[in-house]
């Protein structure tokens, strides 16, 4: 079966596949000498499985503070997450976190901090396919070339070192990273927001063409609306902790109903956008 018969079954509900992702009621407070902050209030949502969702938000939103919670490295302050209808723990043991990172992995927005200076990029995938069990040294070094030709790197690279990397080809090394356990799941963080635009393009090209042949979900976390269109059929928008919005992608960037929403739609550059028209905003955030 394909992968985008598989997506499409999914989302028709056919397949009976728990979803990929379930949050249920998701809140986080944080307490400091000022009381208490609500982080995420009351989120839902849910993501099919081979699916593509996108969390749309400024900072401060709580979108990236929710993808933290999904992967484990913040606990919530109520509510459930279910990752192929299994609950995941507010406070997982080691052996759960490995158990888990062979089902959903992360890509941070900074390449190059989230890859260790001291390793070749080679390397760097080779140690987590040792850790999630990936076969035998010589299976290991036959599937790192394989996840490099996947992300359209060379075999020159597989001995460099991420300073001597663009920031594209880092971003494809860490991509390549989050896919060596072969995840149902991938939550990327901003993962292109770096990036000039022209490799922007071919990243999101390229996370397209990855979902196309492994069938993979995604969950996308983006302040930027029109990137996301580009990889997401539905999204939720974030404001202030809480979902404001909900839909498909387009019909979100289309016809957008909350005044949050406009405010980011209206903050899109287009052909007439000139450097002034940023302060020129149609939603008070301050309100």
């Known amino acids: 079966m394909s992968a985008r018969m598989k997506t499409d079954g999914a989302q028709d509900g056919s397949s009976g596949a728990a979803p990929a992702l379930e949050i249920i009621g998701l809140q986080k407070t944080y307490r400091t000498r000022r009381g208490e902050v609500h982080a995420v209030r009351d989120v839902s949502l849910t993501l099919e499985e081979g699916g593509s969702l996108a969390i749309v938000g400024e900072s401060g939103s709580g979108k990236t503070t929710t993808a933290k ?21 507010a406070h997982p043991t080691a052996a759960e976190r490995r158990a888990f990172g062979r089902i959903a992995q992360m890509v941070f927005q900074d390449p190059y901090s989230s890859l260790d200076p001291r390793m070749t990029v080679s390397e760097s995938i080779r140690s987590v396919l040792k850790l999630h069990g990936g076969g035998d040294p010589g299976a290991r070094e036959r599937r790192v070339v394989e996840l490099f030709d996947l992300v359209g ?51 999101l090209n390229l996370l397209s063409d990855i979902r196309e042949a492994t069938g993979v979900a995604y969950l996308f976390i983006s302040h930027d609306l029109g990137v996301v269109r580009q990889i997401t059929e539905t999204a939720v928008v974030m404001y202030r902790g809480e979902i404001v919005e909900r839909g498909s992608t387009a019909e979100i960037l289309d016809h957008p109903n909350h005044p949050y929403t406009q405010h980011l739609r209206a903050s899109i550059p287009g052909p007439e956008w000139r450097d002034r028209d940023r302060y020129s905003l149609p939603f008070d955030a301050r309100a």
Not at 69 to 84: C, D, N, S
Not at 168 to 176: F, K, L, T, Y
């Open 69 to 89: 919670i999904i992967m484990g490295l913040e606990a919530q302050t109520a509510g459930a997450v279910r990752v192929f209808g299994a609950e995941r723990s």
């Open 153 to 203: 790197l060379s075999g020159r690279l597989l001995n460099a070192r991420p300073k001597d990397m663009s920031g594209g080809q880092r971003q494809r090394v860490a991509i390549a990273r989050a896919l060596a356990p072969e995840p149902r799941l991938v939550v990327l963080d901003e993962a292109v927001a770096a990036l000039d635009v022209s490799v922007q393009a071919q990243v």
